[in-house]
């Protein structure tokens, strides 16, 4: 049986991107898998760990922009700086491309372990998940509201800069306040919480997990298939790490990628309606679905995310995020904060996702 608590003491700690603590948790990893009989390869990447804390600001600039051009009549300044504002967050966040966040740079690096078949590979299967956290002032629940009413805000202000009449220009003055406001207090206040988030379910229970298939695999590998178990950082700068590191994948073999983000808050597992972000959405792969689903029921809920495995989609590489229910399937509450503590994660729940990972590893492996 997997110790998960002795695991989990060492990946329920806060390790934000940027940071001593995430370099120390890599050392722990790596010494870890050299426990287990692996070489930890490490690679080095350029993380930008100012890239969203940076965004809230620019948000909440821009619409004090917004209101001096209006209240000074400089209405396509207005008109421009409300255009100029989701093109830079879609740039940011839909594409990766970090504008202002490359003010500053930190480099970071992913753990990882990789497992030979028995015989000639025909295929490369890549369990990850990821280790850094974050905290942030509200959870997605209550940032919900916030996102939902950025883009009708926007057009106000538009149409506002583009006929401007001066009962409509108090509204979209109102509107501007709003919008700069609430995405900084999504995008930015997190940084002066005090009480930073242990990331426990999001996502030191995936690491752990991931640990435990390891060594199963190198126990007994498959017959046909190479194994990458990865530990990504990064994931919670919009991807960035796992980006970095797909796009630097050059191998002749085909690959499919399995990511975890948020397992263990029960046994029963869950899969994203899509990986999502502001322009472009990204559905799992059908084919791995499948064969997951042979294996054990996946409960649908309602809502995308944006997890790791939209990396790999993104290159044109099958993949799936899985995640885990709540009791009810009640929505995931205390995310990025001090309530994803290890009291939160349900052991059985890890020995479940352990054992449903092995299993689907065996069957792609007996594919053809």
């Not at 006929?163 to 999504?186: K, S, Y």
């Not at 042979?294 to 809502?303: D, E, G, M, Q, W």
């Not at 001090?338 to 059985?348: C, G, I, M, N, R």
């Amino acid at each position: 049986m997997a110790d998960w608590g002795a695991l989990l003491e060492h990946l329920t700690t806060p390790r934000e991107n940027g940071t001593r603590e995430l370099a120390a948790t890599a050392h722990w990893l790596s010494e870890e898998l050299g426990r287990r009989g692996f070489t930890a390869e490490h690679f080095q990447w350029t993380a930008h760990p100012w890239r969203l804390r940076i965004i809230g600001v620019v948000a909440l600039l821009a619409a004090a922009g917004y209101a001096m051009a209006m209240l000074r009549r400089r209405h396509l300044v207005a008109a421009l700086i409300t255009v100029a504002v989701p093109l830079y967050l879609v740039a940011e966040l839909d594409f990766g491309v970090p504008l202002f966040g490359a003010l500053h740079s930190a480099s970071q690096e992913h753990l990882i372990a990789t497992v030979n078949p028995t015989e000639a590979a025909r295929a490369v299967l890549v369990f990850s998940a990821h280790y850094d956290t974050k905290t942030d002032l509200l959870d997605h629940v209550e940032r919900a509201p916030i996102t939902f009413l950025a883009l009708p805000l926007t057009v106000l202000m538009l149409v506002a800069a583009l006929r401007p009449r001066p009962r409509l220009t108090r509204v979209a003055l109102v509107g501007a306040a709003l919008n700069g406001v609430g995405l900084f207090l999504v995008q930015t206040a997190g940084a002066f919480v005090p009480t930073r988030s242990p990331g426990a379910v999001d996502d030191g229970a995936g690491c752990a997990v991931l640990l435990e298939l390891a060594s199963r695999l190198k126990a007994e590998p498959l017959q046909h298939t190479r194994v990458k178990v990865v530990f990504f950082s990064g994931e919670e700068l919009g991807i960035e790490g796992s980006q970095a590191w797909v796009r630097a994948q050059r191998g002749e073999l085909p690959m499919r990628a399995i990511n975890l983000d948020g397992v263990g808050m029960s046994a029963e597992l869950s899969l994203y309606r899509s990986e999502s972000g502001l322009v472009r959405s990204f559905a799992p792969d059908p084919s791995l679905v499948a064969a997951v689903e042979k294996v054990t029921p996946l409960y649908r809920p309602f809502y995308p995310a944006t997890t790791d495995a939209r990396a790999f989609l993104e290159a044109g590489i099958p993949a799936l995020n899985l995640t885990s229910e709540r009791p009810g399937h009640a929505l995931p509450r205390g995310m990025h904060s001090k309530a994803d503590a290890p009291q939160t994660v349900s052991l059985e729940g890890l020995d479940h996702t352990l054992a449903v990972l092995h299993q689907v590893a065996r069957a792609l492996d007996a594919e053809r």
